[in-house]
């Protein structure tokens, strides 16, 4: 399919290490993938749901054991240690080479191997990069035709000369033991081996569109970002672009497909993406934003008509369910999708009712499902410039430091806001409830370099960014003493973000805080909403004796990097301590 002697020479070296019996070029023609769906169905690797009900979509159970990303066994492979950072697993490239290697070898031996180019963003569009993953599971080539552009466009974007990142992957004996999940940034290089579930295969999203992003963003002068990206209209129809990067459990999916409350008629919310945003300047000198993927990885259980009406919808056809449980009807169910079915079969294919005692979805279950499904999708998700952004948003889910929302006194402060975010656990992940986790930029797993030179590359851009988009916090998270949540969250969110909007266009006041810019309650609308400005008040307040707690734990964090952390950073931490008194 190509002449590319970069992927040639690098195709023969991989194939004399995994010993396909064959090789197959994916071209991204229906034809052919229709041919995988089937061979997929016969080999029971994928099961043929409701065509009715559910037309094109399939049911897929990974190993009991390979149901999610594994941050233990996920490693940076730079030459010098302290390029990885105190936040990665490290492993010198040479030793990883070689490790890994011998788990390569013959690993392919009696399979196929499948050769799928995919561009990561849109054809043509100077955002956009090209890789090509190696692997022997027809799981993983459906699931990356759905959550990238496959085929032959993308053997024409690399043209005769073009890099990419080489991405390999091996099924194997799906050991955890020996699962790896190793990023090579400085050989723009993935290898993978014993797992096949989505994070740890679908080698353009975590792998490459953010660790490998990132360190080339960091040398390429532009960012890769965990980011959801949404198109809020008002009703003169006049639309800004946020982009905003929550840890998980705060509602980020929700929040890029957000349906505005009745009380905000005439508001809309585009989704542009709904997990990574690569960012760069405009020549206008604002900051555009892409979203490089073309499908949705989202997680199923708690996605009803209710929580998130869009992203059920975009899951109707042309859906991969991984791991959810299987109705007697041939149709998919979690929990929290609706009343639970009599009867069904679980994600580990066992017998199941709502009395087996164990949950018939895995809390992790996916739905992959075309981008272009979605009811709200933004007119711009495939403009190959990006779009604009106003504001940039971090949030977190707090029960009583952060109010429900602040700005940050400028670009660099606003980069202290990031570095700094952090969640509260819940009872979802297991653990101790309300512990402080930090997760600057929620990147902490995705960053594929030194974490302090992150930092320090954010200080930079800010730099060369002429109109920087403002930067804000949000937590929908606040409660009170009783732990009762005291914000309504979800389409309600839209009422927060009309005030991001209006600071953007220098349309709403603010009072000058020690943390930052906070909106003067009277200006939240808070119309049809069951809240009184008593509440709102509360939810707005900083509370400086929690604050200079916070302090303690930023230092602790910030510790880690030593030599690492920039000046920068270390001066706006001066900045909130003297604010603080
Ligand atoms: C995801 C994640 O799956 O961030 O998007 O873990
Ligand atoms: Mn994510």
Not at 10 to 23: A, G, R, S
Not at 202 to 222: D, V
Not at 388 to 411: C, E, H, M, N
Not at 543 to 551: F, P, R, S, T, V
């Amino acid at each position: 399919m190509t002449n590319n002697k970069k992927v040639l020479t690098w195709l023969d070296e991989m194939t004399k290490l995994c010993q396909p019996d064959n090789i197959v070029w994916i071209d991204g023609s229906q034809a052919q993938l229709d041919a995988l769906r089937k061979e997929s169905v016969e080999s029971g690797e994928m099961i043929e749901l409701n065509q009715e009900k559910l037309p094109g979509c399939y049911l897929h159970r990974t190993a009991e054991n390979d149901v999610a990303r594994v941050e233990n066994r996920t490693f940076i492979c730079t030459s010098k240690e302290e390029d990885a950072g105190p936040t990665n697993n490290w492993m010198a490239p040479a030793d990883a080479y070689a490790k890994l290697s011998k788990l390569y070898d013959g690993s392919m031996k009696g399979r196929t191997m499948y050769v799928i180019p995919f561009i990561m963003g849109v054809k043509g569009s100077p955002f956009s990069k090209v890789g090509i993953e190696l692997t022997d599971s027809i799981y993983v080539v459906l699931n990356m035709d759905i959550m990238t552009r496959v085929g032959k466009d993308a053997i024409e974007e690399l043209g005769e000369d073009g890099d990419f990142t080489k991405c390999l992957h091996a099924k194997k004996d799906v050991d955890p033991e020996e699962r790896y999940i190793v990023q090579f940034p400085e050989d723009n290089t993935i290898w993978s081996i014993n797992s096949a579930y989505g994070g740890n295969v679908l080698l353009g999203k975590k792998c490459l569109a953010l660790r490998i992003a990132s360190y080339l963003g960091k040398q390429e002068g532009w960012m890769a970002e965990h980011m959801l990206i949404l198109g809020l209209e008002n009703p003169q129809g006049e639309v800004h672009y946020i982009a905003a990067a929550f840890p998980s459990a705060c509602g980020k999916t929700n929040l890029a497909m957000l349906i505005p409350p009745k009380a905000l008629e005439g508001y809309k919310v585009w989704t542009v993406g709904d997990d990574i945003a690569w960012l760069r300047i405009g020549e206008d000198g604002r900051l555009w934003a892409m979203n490089p993927e073309n499908g949705f990885f989202g997680v199923a259980p708690g996605t009803s008509e209710k929580t998130n009406y869009n992203a059920l919808a975009t899951t109707k056809k042309n859906t991969i369910f991984t791991n959810v449980l299987l109705t007697d009807e041939k149709t998919v169910w979690w929990e929290g999708l609706s009343e639970a079915p009599a009867h069904g079969t679980d994600w580990l294919g066992n017998e199941w009712t709502p009395d087996s005692g164990i949950k018939g979805a895995h809390p992790n279950s996916r739905f992959t499902a075309p981008a272009r499904q979605c009811p709200c999708i933004s007119s711009e998700f495939e403009n190959k410039n990006g779009v604009p952004l106003s504001a940039i948003v971090f949030g977190g889910r707090r029960a009583k430091t952060a109010p429900l929302v602040y700005q940050s006194y400028d670009w660099n402060h606003g980069v202290f806001i990031g570095a700094t975010m952090a969640s509260e656990t819940t009872a979802a992940a297991a653990g101790a409830v309300g512990v402080v986790r930090r997760d600057p930029m929620a990147m902490l797993p995705f960053c594929g370099y030194n974490m302090g030179d992150y930092f320090a590359h954010w200080l930079e851009m800010g730099k060369k960014i002429p109109n920087p988009p403002k930067i804000f916090h949000v937590n929908w998270f606040r409660q009170d003493e009783n732990k009762k949540f005291l914000w309504p969250g979800f389409g309600d969110n839209l009422r927060v973000l009309n005030w991001i909007v209006d600071r953007c266009e220098g349309k709403a006041d603010a009072v000058e805080t020690a943390i930052g810019y906070l909106p003067k309650p009277e200006d939240i609308n808070i119309d049809a909403l069951d809240i009184d400005m008593d509440t709102l008040k509360e939810i707005l307040t900083v509370d400086k004796e929690i604050w200079k707690e916070e302090l303690k734990g930023i230092k602790e964090f910030f510790d880690k990097f030593g030599s690492k952390l920039p000046e920068g950073i270390k001066e706006q931490y001066n900045n909130l301590e003297a604010r603080l008194g």
